[in-house]
């Protein structure tokens, strides 16, 4: 069954406007982390923000933030002021907790989402 | 820059040929990985190598031999490939496996093509 859910295969945004991607995950853990990464062309991946199962508050790292509703099980990525510079794939991906309670080294990706920018 | 460093960048091998896949990390992580992501598809985790010993091997066929030679290095050994073995090889390393959640940081990758 997919874990790990990016329902958007392309979005368009128009710079300094910002964007939302969604992302929706699967899982009976109370305890995992949720990561979004950047994929540029040039193939690296970045990683850009993590939201713990167990954090009150949603992540923030500069732009942007992980809009997070634990209810619904999503974990959304929101990109403020958008640049050239960030068009690229954006992958959600989840890490569960093992049976002894700590992290899996099971990194699982969402199927991703291209972002363009337009100037 | 990413301070994991992958090389080559690019690779053009045989069906027949022997190459290895090398990654270096110099950042104290514990944990390392290599993932194989096809072209508009996310990363597949092939391997996984937590204190220099193998921990995960998500059935990957023989042709793929993992080296982790200290806790810096990380080796893929490739042998009598397939044209769909192509793809972007990435490797990524962590911080203790057992702190929870920590990030993967991923290197550039290496480009494989399979003639």
């Known amino acids: 069954a997919q874990k790990i859910t990016q329902t958007q295969p392309g979005m368009f945004v128009q710079e300094k406007e910002a964007v939302t991607l969604d992302c929706t995950y699967d899982?009976?853990?109370?305890?995992?982390?949720l990561f979004w990464y950047k994929q540029p062309s040039s193939g690296e991946m970045i990683f850009l923000i993590y939201?713990?199962?167990?954090?009150?508050q949603n992540a923030t790292e500069g732009r942007y933030s992980l809009n997070f509703q634990k209810a619904r099980k999503s974990a959304n990525l929101v990109i403020s002021a958008s640049q050239l510079g960030d068009s690229a794939m954006y992958f959600c991906?989840?890490?569960?907790?093992?049976?002894?309670?700590?992290?899996?080294?099971?990194?699982?990706f969402g199927t991703g989402t291209l972002l363009a920018v337009q100037p | 820059d990413t301070e994991v460093t992958q090389t080559p960048k690019h690779l053009v091998m045989g069906m027949t040929n022997k190459k290895s896949l090398k990654c270096e990390q110099h950042?104290?992580?514990?944990?390392m990985y290599w993932y194989k992501q096809k072209a508009k598809k996310p990363p597949e985790l092939m391997f996984v190598y937590s204190y220099e010993k193998l921990s995960i091997n998500e059935s990957v066929p023989s042709r793929f031999s993992p080296e982790c030679p200290n806790s810096s290095l990380l080796n893929l050994h490739l042998h009598a490939l397939q044209p769909e073995d192509s793809a972007l090889y990435l490797c990524?390393?962590?911080?203790?496996?057992?702190?929870?959640?920590?990030?993967?940081?991923f290197g550039n990758g290496t480009r494989l093509t399979v003639t």
């Open positions: 899982t009976s853990d109370p305890s995992y982390g």
């Open positions: 991906a989840m890490r569960e907790a093992d049976s002894d309670g700590g992290a899996t080294n099971k990194l699982i």
């Open positions: 950042m104290g992580h514990r944990a």
């Open positions: 990524a390393s962590s911080h203790d496996p057992t702190v929870r959640f920590p990030p993967l940081h």
């Open positions: 939201q713990g199962s167990y954090d009150q």
